[in-house]
């Protein structure tokens, strides 16, 4: 018996039991969470969201510091772990040519496959709507339809 079912039981309460996908409602709501969150990335969704939790810590502490030091801040800013890929920058929301290759429109033009998208560039507007505010449990609903809205909606046409 787990330590869960017997804290349960210690309780008084009888654990649910959810037959085919063997957990207690809670472990059945995780998974129902993680295969949303999933369906809408390219990459797996712990590192994206690990990537996203660096990214916003990062930035979090040279906001943090930099109306003491700029050049703290801005040291803050260029540390990376280099074995997570290549640094991408500060939070931000994705540009529409770094999730597609060629022109709208013209032949030659397509979305890129999921390995040729970054878990670092899929973290980026992630960690934004942390920094921001919008990635809490209570801010719209679930976080499964927080994370995904905020993931459809970061591509954004480049000038260029």
């Not at 330590?3 to 039991?17: I, L, Q, R, W």
């Not at 290759?101 to 980026?124: H, V």
Request: glycine residues 12%; negative net charge.
């Amino acid at each position: 018996m787990s330590d869960h079912e017997e804290k349960t039981k210690a309780d008084g309460a009888e654990s649910v039991s959810t037959d085919g996908l063997g957990g207690t409602p809670h472990d059945v709501m995780l998974q129902q969470t993680h295969d949303e969150l999933q369906m809408a990335l390219a990459n797996p969704a712990h590192q994206v969201y690990f990537r996203a939790g660096l990214l916003a810590c990062r930035e979090y502490m040279a906001r943090f510091v930099e109306a003491q030091d700029a050049g703290i801040a801005a040291s803050i800013r260029a540390n990376w772990w280099p074995a997570l890929g290549p640094d991408m920058g500060a939070p931000r929301l994705m540009l529409w040519g770094e999730l597609t290759e060629g022109e709208y429109g013209e032949p030659g033009f397509r979305s890129k496959e999921p390995a040729e998208i970054s878990p670092t560039l899929e973290a980026l507007p992630i960690a934004l709507g942390f920094l921001n505010g919008h990635m809490t449990p209570n801010a719209g609903g679930n976080s499964a339809g927080t994370a995904l809205s905020c993931q459809s909606g970061v591509a954004q046409r480049s000038e260029s």
